[in-house]
T-cell receptor, first 116, second 114 residues
Framework: AQTVTQSQPEMSVQEAETVTLSCTYDTSESDYYLFWYKQPPSRQMILVIRQEAYKQQNATENRFSVNFQKAAKSFSLKISDSQLGDAAMYFCAYRTYRAGSYQLTFGKGTKLSVIP | KAGVTQTPRYLIKTRGQQVTLSCSPISGHRSVSWYQQTPGQGLQFLFEYFSETQRNKGNFPGRFSGRQFSNSRSEMNVSTLELGDSALYLC?????????????FGQGTRLTVV
């Protein structure tokens, strides 16, 4: 079974600084997608960034970028120029096609605090 | 366009009762998935519906069930509620045209079982 591990339950970063959230996953599949979702106190999950496993190039979305190491099964999220609005739970997720449908498997999350 | 709408936002039920939660997906989305979120277990997949058919189900007891209507709206039902069913239940909808298709989440229903 696929598993997703986020080893940092909580992290903090100074406003305007850079922080990296870690994620590792375990899979025997070769074709899959990886996502980082943000869950603010409003509880709504918001997609931050996605990465296709067959693409070597790391995905980037404005201040958010990933470091995707396929061989190491690692998918970390880097947030540059951190802002107060970045404070939230961040979930790493793995998506694949199984039993006739797409399914997301989530890590346990990392709570990010941003210090003014 | 309107996002994923879940109703109700909050619910308090007594052990042994049953509950029905509703999810209205984004217009045009035919896939609806349900997740249970608890502090201890995190986010766990419940089931996924596509065009009124359950395509996949997670490792949950038979007390958890769901359905999808012809307009893609979905409901999930939990019978004989237990204290451990207290959780945030999230619904996600997507177009399901490719593996990288984004899943859009609702704000969830917070269920408390007392």
């Amino acid at each position: 079974a696929q598993t997703v591990t986020q080893s940092q339950p909580e992290m903090s970063v100074q406003e305007a600084e850079t922080v990296t959230l870690s994620c590792t996953y375990d899979t025997s599949e070769s074709d899959y997608y990886l996502f980082w979702y943000k869950q603010p106190p409003s509880r709504q999950m918001i997609l931050v960034i996605r990465q296709e496993a067959y693409k070597q190039q790391n995905a980037t979305e404005n201040r958010f970028s990933v470091n995707f190491q396929k061989a190491a099964k690692s998918f970390s999220l880097k947030i540059s120029d951190s802002q107060l609005g970045d404070a939230a739970m961040y979930f790493c997720a793995y998506r694949t096609y199984r039993a006739g449908s797409y399914q997301l498997t989530f890590g346990k999350g990392t709570k990010l605090s941003v210090i003014p | 366009k309107a996002g994923v709408t879940q109703t109700p936002r909050y619910l308090i039920k007594t052990r042994g009762q049953q509950v029905t939660l509703s999810c209205s997906p984004i217009s045009g989305h035919r896939s609806v998935s349900w997740y249970q979120q608890t502090p201890g277990q995190g986010l766990q997949f419940l089931f996924e519906y596509f065009s009124e058919t359950q395509r996949n189900k997670g490792n949950f007891p038979g007390r958890f069930s769901g359905r999808q209507f012809s307009n893609s709206r979905s409901e999930m039902n939990v019978s004989t509620l237990e204290l451990g069913d207290s959780a945030l239940y999230l619904c996600a909808s997507s177009l399901e045209v490719a593996r990288n298709t984004e899943a859009f989440f609702g704000q969830g229903t917070r269920l408390t079982v007392v």
